[in-house]
């Protein structure tokens, strides 16, 4: 047998940093707020190119500056020469539109402009968007429950929902702190986190389930200890591939695919620890035993 | 779990064959020898433009409730109902009527046969309108399928009207779908600057001729501003001609001033009645109306009864060519707006998807030496296994004509993480199963019959979470929703079947040396 790595006698310890990450993302998420692109808060962004030497980000800044856009923000996006602008003006009617936009842009310039990209979202569809988003994750989220319910046992379900809340919880605050961007592929990237935590933690789940009916007598700390240590090198070699693959969109994905792929290199390395550290000691708590399961054992 | 049966095998690799085998078209071009189907890039991927279009129905239910008036006043009437106090506003007609006449409305309204004011909407079950008494005043309202039903008729109008303008204009491609119960969703591959046609959306274009009069006469007059000049005219709310009377309409020079006009041409209803009127009004003048804007307002020297006629109004030609295709194409029923927009340029359509398929293909060959540099020769045979996987990923999607994002390229992403991760959960498990076993059989025919319900419980968890967001999510989260899903199942199928069948050749050939993994 492999050395074999204590982590029961950690859980105390992991817990209380987790409670307190995830008090932190809290806090942060309430107080600091979060960065809604324009798919939840509505409004306009738009991505361009210029061909000019000359045209630095303040000049880009100024050029929309005096069109009564409501709040504007600026920032270099990849390559030199590449904006991104974003303002608040969720509606045209009448005469300011898009295009009167775009020309008023090209002369105050004074250079060729390449617009890449133009997304409008108005109010009503903004606030929908979100709604829909939240509907769809918490769905995804009660089926994978169930599922796991009648799989496993209720106190599993416990286990891994609260896991994924740490999880989720944690990456958003973390976008809290850092100001990223929260916009439609990031909903994409939190449900992703969530598979992949819930996938981390049915793999553990699954072999304390074995190895009660194997062990009946050993504590479920201990079988939770062996558990851990069977599936590591599976933990770590899985992790270590998906993260091999998400660095690679981080780095060559391109402007558009890295807040996701940031998203989800967070979300890897936490859903790994979560798997080990909150879904197994909860286990622990509930005081799991060979008899929770030997009930599912008889229906089988 | 280590034995296969010949049909087995045979059938493993037929599906995998004819499954993978639609993916060729996407790498090489077929001349549509036999199969010509691609993947169909997202709009993100491939430029273009998506618009998302309301219907704002609250004018035509207005429409309709005061086109409910002149015959519910005829009908009180004839049945000799005295009423007072008749109010029409936004949402509700409103009138008194004595106690006891209340019965004897209620009668002829709430009939279900033959009531030309009160349809009875037979697949809702239910009246068209609505009605309260209190303190006998009537008031009446749309009833919720009444609304339901005229808006339904809205978008299916709108969606129709929609159509033929962005085919006049001449996109490839164009897609438009309803969405939800008031929406419009236009989707035109290769747009640029979508201005033109939101402009060509936003009007309804709804024209008219009437007779610019003094007096107000039957119908009633509205006051305009005629368009390019200070002169208010008065035009009688008769309307002699409509949009629906023109069969066609192009755009032309005027032979003597040169002016961009727009040329007319009417059906035989509309020549007669343009005929008629013309001739009765000579030196009078005709406002020509379009969306509640006097354009013009010629004075009628002759009478036009050939059934052609001009309209000219100061346009550019440009104006003339959009005028004329937006009265070919029908009135909307009532104005659309942009509730959201995204539009894509090609180049960087272009970058997007450069930048998406090198880092998949950067992701897929890091996986790959590392899975070669743990497992060796096993790592070889999870190779084959996730090549096979992504070739049939690709080929169902091709086969579905699924639509490929850049959300749906991190899903393919996320499926090789799965699908390596089934790999190394079944030699993981082998490994152990080695460790305790004596016979190499019997090790790997453990380890694979554990390991598979360990993988089995996980794909099949990530398969519900992304099938309901297929289901529910919008945008990017479907895109991202239909390549894991698809991705979930080709990954079940060859980790349950090619792996453990390459492993089996492996395990069988070397039965009685020591293997390690």
Not at chain 1, 212 to 236: D, P, Q, W, Y
Not at chain 2, 278 to 286: A, D, E, L
């Amino acid at each position: 047998m492999k050395k074999k790595y204590n982590f029961e006698s950690r859980f105390k310890l992991a817990n209380t940093a987790s409670i307190l990450l995830v008090i932190g993302s809290l806090l942060l998420i309430f107080f600091k707020g979060l960065n809604f692109g324009i798919d939840f808060k509505g409004g306009t962004l738009i991505e361009l190119r210029v061909d000019s030497s000359n045209v630095g980000i303040s000049d880009v800044r100024s050029s929309f500056s005096n069109m009564n856009l409501g709040d504007i923000n600026v920032k270099e996006f990849g390559k030199k020469g590449d904006y991104l602008i974003k303002f608040e003006k969720k509606t045209f009617n009448g005469d300011s539109n898009i295009r009167t936009i775009k020309e008023n842009v090209k002369n105050t310039l004074q250079a060729e402009v390449n617009f890449r990209r133009v997304e409008n979202v108005g109010p009503k569809v903004s606030e929908e968007l979100l709604s829909s988003g939240l509907l769809a994750i918490s769905l995804a989220l009660g089926a994978m429950l169930f599922y796991i319910w009648v799989r496993f046992e209720w106190q599993f379900s416990v286990g891994s929902i609260l896991a994924i809340f740490h999880d989720v919880l944690i990456t958003i605050g973390l976008f809290s702190l850092l100001s990223l961007e929260i916009n439609l592929s990031i909903v994409a990237a939190v449900l992703t986190i969530v598979g992949y935590s819930m996938n981390d933690t049915v793999v553990i789940y699954d072999r304390i389930r074995e190895n009660l009916s194997k062990f009946s007598s050993v504590k479920i700390g201990e079988i939770s200890n062996i558990s851990i240590n069977e599936t590591l090198s599976r933990t770590i070699i899985t992790s270590l591939t998906t993260l091999l693959a998400l660095t690679s969109i981080f780095v060559l994905g391109g402007e558009i695919l890295r807040g996701f792929a940031l998203a989800m290199i967070i979300g890897v390395i936490i859903g790994t620890y979560s798997s080990i550290f909150v879904a197994s000691p909860i286990l622990k708590y509930f005081n799991v035993s060979f008899k929770t399961i030997a009930k599912e054992k008889e229906n089988l | 779990m280590l034995n296969f049966s010949k049909t087995k095998i045979l059938s493993i690799y037929l599906i995998f064959l004819f499954v993978s085998i639609f993916s060729i078209s996407n790498f090489f071009d077929l001349n549509k020898i036999f199969f010509n189907k691609k993947i169909n890039l997202g709009l993100d991927l491939q430029g273009g433009s998506y618009l998302l279009l309301e219907v704002d129905s609250s004018s035509i239910e207005k429409r309709r409730l005061q086109s409910k008036v002149v015959p519910l006043k005829k009908k009180l009437n004839d049945s000799s109902i005295e009423f007072k106090n008749f109010i029409i506003s936004e949402k509700n007609i409103k009138f008194n009527l004595q106690k006891k006449d209340l019965e004897k409305f209620e009668i002829f309204f709430e009939d279900r046969k033959g009531n030309d004011i009160n349809n009875y909407l037979d697949q809702y079950n239910s009246f068209e309108l609505e009605h309260k008494i209190v303190n006998n005043q009537i008031n009446i309202y749309l009833s919720k399928y009444g609304v339901i039903k005229l808006r339904t008729a809205a978008v299916d109008q709108s969606i129709e009207i929609v159509r033929r303008r962005i085919d006049e204009i001449g996109t490839k491609e164009p897609s438009i779908l309803k969405r939800g119960s008031s929406r419009i969703l236009v989707e035109l591959p290769g747009v640029k600057d979508p201005e033109r046609i939101k402009e060509l959306l936003g009007k309804t274009a709804e024209l008219s001729f009437r007779l610019i009069t003094e007096e107000a006469g039957e119908f009633g007059s509205e006051k305009f501003l005629l368009q390019g000049t200070q002169e208010e005219i008065t035009a009688s709310k008769r309307i002699i001609l409509s949009g629906e009377n023109l069969i066609d309409a192009q755009p032309k020079y005027d032979n003597f001033n040169n002016e961009p006009i727009v040329a007319f041409s009417l059906d035989r209803l509309g020549s007669q009645r343009f005929g008629r009127t013309t001739s009765k009004n000579i030196g009078k003048r005709i406002a020509i109306i379009l969306d509640n804007e006097a354009i013009s307002a010629p004075v009628i020297r002759d009478a036009i009864t050939g059934g052609n006629g001009t309209i000219s109004g100061n346009f550019t030609f440009q104006g003339a060519t959009d005028l004329a295709l937006l009265l070919r194409s029908g009135a909307l029923p009532t104005p659309l707006t942009v509730v959201e927009e995204r539009t894509v340029g090609p180049d960087l359509g272009k970058d997007s998807i450069e930048a998406g398929v090198v880092s998949l293909i950067v992701g897929f060959l890091l996986v790959i030496v590392f899975m070669i540099f743990k497992y060796r020769s096993f790592g070889v045979i999870a190779n084959f296994s996730l090549i096979s996987n992504l070739l049939m990923l690709v080929g169902i999607l091709t086969l579905l004509e699924a639509t490929l994002t850049l959300p749906g390229i991190a899903g393919i992403i996320l499926t090789v993480g799965m699908a390596v991760d089934a790999n190394v959960l079944i030699f993981e498990r082998i490994k152990e199963e080695l460790a305790k076993e004596n016979s190499n059989i019997q090790a790997f025919d453990l380890g694979f019959k554990r390991s598979i319900v360990t993988i089995l419980d996980a794909n099949i968890t990530t398969l519900i979470a992304s099938v309901i967001l297929f289901i529910f999510g919008s945008g990017p989260v479907k895109g991202f929703a239909v390549t894991l899903s698809i991705g979930l199942i080709t990954t079940l199928f060859s980790a349950y079947f090619i792996s453990r069948h390459l492993t089996s050749m492996v395990v069988f050939k070397n039965k009685e040396k020591k293997i390690t993994i």
